[in-house]
């Protein structure tokens, strides 16, 4: 047997020629730790010649791909693409105490109940707990079969000496390890190589593997990168914990589309779907309130309609705040800055708060004129109307450009009660009950939340207007 020794880093998973007291990839000091595993002589060559590609004209003669197992939670369905495709493997990461576990022991009862074959692996929990959280969550009488182990090698094992299972979840990856190396359990080295045998496993017997992940303070999922790389799909669960929704997003997604989101509501027995999402993120809106607008969004395929708001006060110091929850504060900024220069409104040298109400974060251009509607009523105090939606990209020269899948965010808006669609200026979609009310640029938004009487004066460059 020959060794191979390699130093990697315990914190970003980067792997050095030597050992140094600093990575130069993460910065971190005192992480790079030497490891070191056996290989055997010879095995390169012993798989020499074993395979051969095969073109697709080949593949088409051989047998169909099996179909996508259902777990019969629509919504986690949704965000896999229809299903969970056999032989892949799905990591799902997230804050702790959000839902993992409670999500994925759902689907695996939901599917069992089916009359699939599924096992669930707990390296946290002692089978009792388990047991536990199964009853209050009344699914205890689901033929889920249970286990609760560390080591890969007992995991491997154990699903050999049986039937492969149809669905396999590991809870979580962080706490399997390895016997082969010396690391701590949760260390890079130990991730790496229990993500590798599991999704070996899980491509050679057909089953489908589900992993949870811990995720670090920055919210990225806990080890290296690479562990990423190995499975066929990532999915963060998202949530607030003042809120009581969750949301499950794909961030890659091999078998089916990305920025998909499934939406859970925690309740005393578990998550439940929500069949409407948008009811639920407007919920009880005030026609009064100014500083609210409604933005039609999109969220993969499915149109999500969500309320923002915003609240423009004087500022108390020499430096205005700026106060985001829900979007991204450099875009924020970039729709003030288009306000005061080309809509003339004077409203950068104010404390600036913004809110997507429920606790969603939305990161689509088109919520640009939603907000910009939002920070005109709360500058004004003119409230905007409240069976109204917005959606549109705000350039740098202060024209709204169109946004894609207009029809699909209109239909959504038109089915939940609404009327009144302000839409980028040029837009020829017509919805049933739906009035458009096109806004060419920023001075016309001004205009239609109460800024001005009449159109203002455009400002082309500083000093001279139009």
């Given at each position: 047997?020959?060794r191979?020794?390699?130093?990697a880093?315990?914190?970003?998973g980067a792997?050095q020629?030597?050992?140094?007291?600093?990575?130069?990839?993460c910065?971190?000091?005192n992480?790079i730790?030497?490891?070191?595993r056996?290989?055997?002589a010879?095995?390169?060559?012993q798989k020499?010649?074993?395979g051969?590609?095969?073109?697709?004209?080949?593949?088409?003669?051989?047998e169909?791909a099996?179909p996508?197992r259902?777990?019969?939670?629509?919504e986690?369905?949704?965000?896999?693409?229809?299903?969970l495709?056999?032989?892949?493997?799905?990591?799902?990461?997230?804050?702790p105490?959000?839902?993992k576990?409670?999500?994925i022991?759902q689907a695996l009862?939901?599917?069992a109940?089916s009359?699939g074959?599924?096992?669930?692996?707990?390296?946290?929990e002692?089978?009792?707990?388990v047991?536990l959280?199964a009853?209050r969550?009344?699914?205890s009488?689901?033929?889920?079969?249970l286990?609760s182990?560390?080591c890969i090698e007992?995991?491997l094992a154990?699903?050999?000496a049986g039937?492969?299972?149809?669905v396999?979840?590991i809870?979580?990856?962080?706490?399997?390890?390895?016997?082969?190396?010396e690391?701590?359990?949760?260390?890079v080295?130990?991730?790496?190589?229990?993500?590798?045998?599991l999704?070996r496993?899980?491509k050679?017997s057909?089953?489908?593997?589900?992993l949870a992940?811990?995720v670090t303070?920055?919210?990225q999922?806990?080890?290296?990168?690479?562990?990423?790389?190995?499975v066929?799909a990532v999915?963060?669960?998202?949530g607030e914990?003042?809120?009581?929704?969750?949301?499950l997003?794909a961030?890659?997604?091999?078998?089916?589309?990305?920025?998909?989101i499934?939406?859970?509501?925690?309740t005393?027995?578990?998550?439940?779907?929500?069949?409407?999402?948008s009811a639920?993120f407007l919920?009880d809106?005030?026609?009064?309130?100014?500083?609210?607008?409604?933005f039609?969004?999109?969220e993969?395929?499915?149109p999500l309609?969500?309320?923002?708001?915003?609240?423009?006060?004087?500022?108390s110091?020499g430096?205005?705040?700026?106060?985001?929850?829900g979007w991204d504060?450099?875009?924020?900024?970039m729709?003030?800055?288009v306000?005061?220069?080309?809509?003339?409104?004077?409203?950068?040298?104010s404390?600036?708060?913004l809110n997507?109400a429920?606790?969603l974060?939305?990161?689509e251009?088109?919520?640009?004129?939603?907000?910009?509607?939002?920070?005109?009523?709360s500058l004004?105090?003119?409230?905007?109307p409240?069976?109204?939606?917005?959606?549109?990209e705000?350039?740098?020269s202060?024209?709204?450009?169109p946004a894609?899948?207009?029809?699909l965010?209109?239909?959504?808006a038109?089915k939940?009660?609404?009327?009144?669609?302000?839409?980028?200026?040029?837009?020829k979609?017509?919805?049933?009950g739906?009035?458009l009310?096109?806004?060419?640029?920023?001075?016309?938004?001004a205009?239609?939340?109460?800024?001005a009487?009449?159109?203002?004066?455009?400002?082309?460059?500083?000093?001279?207007v139009e």
């Amino acid at each position: 047997m020959a060794r191979s020794a390699t130093f990697a880093c315990q914190a970003c998973g980067a792997v050095q020629a030597k050992w140094s007291g600093k990575c130069d990839a993460c910065g971190g000091w005192n992480t790079i730790v030497e490891e070191a595993r056996a290989v055997p002589a010879g095995a390169l060559a012993q798989k020499r010649g074993r395979g051969r590609p095969f073109s697709l004209d080949d593949l088409k003669t051989q047998e169909a791909a099996p179909p996508r197992r259902a777990t019969g939670i629509a919504e986690f369905d949704r965000v896999c693409g229809g299903g969970l495709v056999p032989g892949s493997a799905l990591l799902i990461g997230g804050d702790p105490g959000v839902g993992k576990s409670t999500l994925i022991l759902q689907a695996l009862s939901s599917f069992a109940k089916s009359g699939g074959r599924a096992v669930y692996i707990s390296g946290e929990e002692a089978m009792a707990q388990v047991q536990l959280r199964a009853a209050r969550l009344e699914v205890s009488e689901a033929p889920v079969a249970l286990g609760s182990a560390n080591c890969i090698e007992d995991i491997l094992a154990t699903l050999e000496a049986g039937p492969p299972p149809d669905v396999l979840a590991i809870d979580s990856i962080q706490t399997i390890w390895t016997s082969a190396l010396e690391a701590a359990p949760g260390t890079v080295a130990q991730v790496r190589t229990a993500s590798f045998d599991l999704v070996r496993y899980a491509k050679a017997s057909g089953a489908t593997l589900l992993l949870a992940g811990h995720v670090t303070k920055d919210g990225q999922i806990a080890g290296p990168k690479v562990v990423e790389h190995l499975v066929d799909a990532v999915l963060y669960f998202e949530g607030e914990r003042g809120h009581h929704f969750r949301v499950l997003r794909a961030v890659k997604n091999r078998f089916g589309p990305t920025d998909e989101i499934g939406v859970f509501e925690m309740t005393g027995r578990g998550l439940a779907e929500v069949g409407n999402p948008s009811a639920l993120f407007l919920g009880d809106r005030l026609a009064s309130a100014p500083g609210a607008a409604v933005f039609a969004g999109l969220e993969g395929t499915r149109p999500l309609l969500v309320e923002v708001q915003a609240l423009v006060a004087p500022a108390s110091y020499g430096t205005p705040r700026r106060a985001v929850v829900g979007w991204d504060g450099g875009r924020l900024a970039m729709i003030l800055a288009v306000l005061d220069a080309r809509a003339g409104l004077g409203i950068g040298g104010s404390d600036i708060y913004l809110n997507v109400a429920g606790g969603l974060r939305i990161g689509e251009p088109a919520a640009d004129l939603a907000a910009a509607a939002a920070l005109v009523s709360s500058l004004t105090g003119h409230a905007l109307p409240k069976d109204c939606v917005f959606f549109g990209e705000i350039s740098l020269s202060g024209d709204v450009r169109p946004a894609p899948q207009a029809e699909l965010r209109l239909k959504e808006a038109a089915k939940l009660g609404f009327r009144l669609a302000a839409v980028p200026a040029g837009m020829k979609t017509a919805i049933s009950g739906l009035e458009l009310r096109p806004v060419r640029d920023v001075a016309d938004l001004a205009a239609f939340a109460g800024a001005a009487q009449e159109r203002p004066r455009r400002i082309v460059r500083p000093g001279v207007v139009e």
